[in-house]
């Protein structure tokens, strides 16, 4: 079964930088894995794919420039996020996949989320 344990989320100031990671375990599933956010009352938000060999990266409109995709050692990926806005406060998910995709209804393997506060 594969799992994903997200970590390294925190209530940050604006103008701040964060960086979260992923562990990724079990069988090896997938060939994608990404980054989404979700804040209360709103949909799931694409922020970023990356093949799971690490060559191609995929962002959302709103985060390129300012958020990184990579992968870590081992089984790990990562997000680091810069400049960071109120904005920006939301649980953020990592999931994994098949599909090169920014729909979150086509990765099959989730993570329990980390909640980012950023305050003004």
């Known amino acids: 079964q594969v799992q994903l344990v997200e970590s390294g989320g925190g209530l940050v100031q604006a103008g701040d930088s964060l960086r979260l990671s992923c562990v990724v375990s079990?069988?090896?599933?997938?060939?994608?894995a990404g980054w989404f956010r979700q804040s209360p009352g709103k949909e799931r938000e694409f922020i970023a794919a990356i093949t799971w060999s690490g060559g191609r990266t995929l962002y959302g409109d709103s985060f390129e420039g300012r958020f990184t995709i990579s992968r870590g050692a081992k089984n790990t990926l990562l997000l680091q996020m810069n400049s960071l806005k109120p904005d920006d406060t939301a649980v953020y998910y990592c999931?994994?996949?098949?599909?090169?995709?920014?729909?979150?209804?086509?990765?099959?393997?989730w993570g329990q989320g980390t909640q980012v506060t950023v305050s003004s």
């Open positions: 999931a994994a996949g098949n599909s090169w995709t920014v729909s979150p209804r086509y990765y099959d393997y």
């Open positions: 079990g069988p090896s599933y997938y060939v994608y």
